[in-house]
């Protein structure tokens, strides 16, 4: 867990937010999981990607814009996308 989730998982209001947040793979994720992206990210493996957009968030982005992903977000779909994601939070 970083310290900012466990700061924000502290507070029991921001606690219930937080928890009610989807991420499809089922938990969140650690800095350990971030510092192995990073370290793929600076290897000669990931030598090949270029002018990619890369979300290390568990799957949200995705679930969010379903109908979109991978693509962008187009400007006529920003007020439903931020509508959605109100929703979770509001329900918190």
């Known amino acids: 867990m970083t310290p900012l989730l466990q700061e924000g998982l502290s507070t029991p209001k921001e606690a219930k937010r937080i928890r009610s947040f989807p991420v499809p793979i089922g938990g969140f994720g650690d800095a350990g999981q971030l510092a ?11 030598d090949f990607l270029c002018g990619s957009v ?39």
Do not use: Q
Not at 61 to 89: E, H, I
């Open 36 to 46: 192995d992206w990073v370290l793929f990210m600076l290897s000669d493996a990931a």
């Open 54 to 92: 890369l979300f290390v968030d568990g799957g949200s982005d995705a679930y969010f814009r379903a109908d979109d992903w991978p693509s962008r977000v187009p400007a006529c779909r920003l007020l439903s996308y931020l509508k959605r994601f109100r929703g979770y939070s509001a329900s918190a």
